[in-house]
């Protein structure tokens, strides 16, 4: 049993916590949201993810788990300190480390014995140095740490399985000793384990988000193309899935990628490209096919009711992707924005982001379910694929819409079907016109 502190309960910082408690060591989770932290002692998680809840009560109830707003309280025991803070991005697209130096500040005030600080923040190359700068000038006298870079490869939705089984971890530091403890950490996860200095490893998780990033680009540019030569663009997708060079994951298209990692990581990317010298072309085709394909379906919608003007249209689904609250950066945001610019009248309902939102998207109606959504609409928006949209009663769908126009932003119908069924449907470079025939 190890004593751990993390840093930050967000995401990162409360699955992280609570899978390393889960593994049997003894973590004690911080954050300086009082309120925040509160509810987490009540039980209250300030996230969703499916499973997560259960797994922080059973390890708070079994003594493993604990939170509090103290430094000097977190510090006193930890082994080890994982910083896992937000890295929003600023104002030219490049990571705000604010967060992440009051971190490292803190640690250097309130640590008594020797540490291992571990980076598991999505942070800028270089900053592995930074921080062990920070906390050396800000020590009151010399105590013995090391930095270590450990970069996380969470999916919302999925966190507990990718945490408990991992494709890989990746461990950068410039003592190989103290990233040898960090790998004990890891040992019982079974993934494969790679060493390398600070700013490869920070680089590492910089490509993995730009590259998957950029096979959601170009599947939905290769739509764009399907849509317009009378391909289908999920048949595409699976033939080149096939191929093992390539590989079926993250080849759907759709609305493009959102969330708090991707947008962020891509423009964090590119800033540091431009900062030193290089031209990011690749990246800057990404980032603006991403922006093109949440105007794509709000053009489509106003391509089948002649204009949006005292136009009622519904949005099933507002987070940003299934089994998540999170609608940072969620294309449902800017499409209700378009929407409503447009005087269009805009309804909306998800199976767990509702509380989230309304604090995101003002002037939209927020409904109970799918049904309610579609009730009156002259055209419904599929933004999120969550699975119970995929088994809806779409004939009582139907007849309960004014108009039955569904415009699929996630390809998760059928068009021969809803055509069937009397809809007027678009999807997502699906290869037809208006009467399903191209």
């Not at 916590?17 to 889960?22: R, S």
């Not at 430094?71 to 896992?84: D, T």
Request: glycine share 10%.
């Amino acid at each position: 049993m190890k004593n751990i502190c993390v840093i930050g309960v967000g995401y990162v910082g409360l699955v992280t916590g609570t899978c390393f408690a889960d593994l049997g060591n003894r973590v004690m989770a911080l954050d300086i949201n009082e309120e925040r932290i509160a509810n987490l002692k009540q039980g209250l998680l300030p996230i969703y993810e499916p499973g997560l809840e259960e797994m922080v009560k059973r390890n708070v109830a079994a003594g493993r788990l604990s939170f509090t707003t103290h430094y000097a309280e977190a510090l006193a025991e930890a082994e080890f300190a994982f910083i896992a803070v937000g890295t929003p991005e600023g104002v030219d697209g490049e990571a705000d480390l604010q967060y992440v130096r009051a971190a490292a500040e803190s640690i250097a005030a309130h640590m008594t014995a020797p540490l291992i600080i571990v980076n598991k923040s999505t942070v800028p190359v270089g900053t592995g140095d930074w921080v062990a700068d920070i906390v050396r000038a800000k020590q009151a006298a010399p105590i013995a740490f090391s930095v270590v870079s450990c970069p996380e490869f969470l999916r919302e939705g999925s966190a507990l399985a990718d945490f408990m089984n991992p494709a890989r971890t990746v461990l950068g530091s410039l003592d190989r000793d103290a990233a040898n403890r960090v790998a004990d950490l890891h040992l019982p996860l079974r993934a494969p384990i790679q060493v390398v200095d600070l700013r490869t490893a920070e680089m590492i998780k910089y490509a993995s988000n730009a590259f998957l990033a950029t096979k959601i680009s170009f599947i939905n540019e290769i739509a764009n193309v399907c849509e317009a030569l009378g391909a289908d663009v999920k048949e595409v997708a699976t033939g080149m899935g096939f191929d093992p060079r390539i590989g079926r994951q993250f080849l759907d298209a759709g609305l493009g990628y959102g969330g708090s990692c991707f947008p962020k990581d891509v423009k964090a990317l590119a800033h540091m490209a431009n900062v030193q010298g290089r031209h990011p072309q690749l990246l800057q085709a990404v980032m603006d096919i991403n922006r093109d394909q949440r105007r794509l379906v709000t053009r489509k919608v106003r391509d089948l009711l002649g204009d949006l003007d005292q136009k009622t249209i519904g949005l099933l689904g507002l987070a940003f992707k299934p089994n998540t609250d999170d609608m940072r950066d969620a294309p449902a945001i800017e499409i209700a924005r378009e929407l409503q610019a447009g005087g269009a009248l805009v309804k909306g309902y998800d199976p767990v982001a509702m509380s989230v939102a309304g604090r995101h998207m003002p002037g939209v109606k927020l409904c109970e379910d799918a049904y309610e959504v579609a009730a009156g609409a002259d055209a419904l928006i599929v933004v999120t694929e969550w699975n119970e949209f995929k088994q809806l009663d779409l004939e009582r769908l139907r007849q309960s819409m004014r108009r039955p126009i569904v415009v699929d932003g996630r390809n998760i119908y059928h068009p021969a079907q809803m055509q069937r069924l009397g809809f007027q449907y678009r999807g997502v470079g699906r290869g037809y016109n208006g009467n399903g025939q191209h």
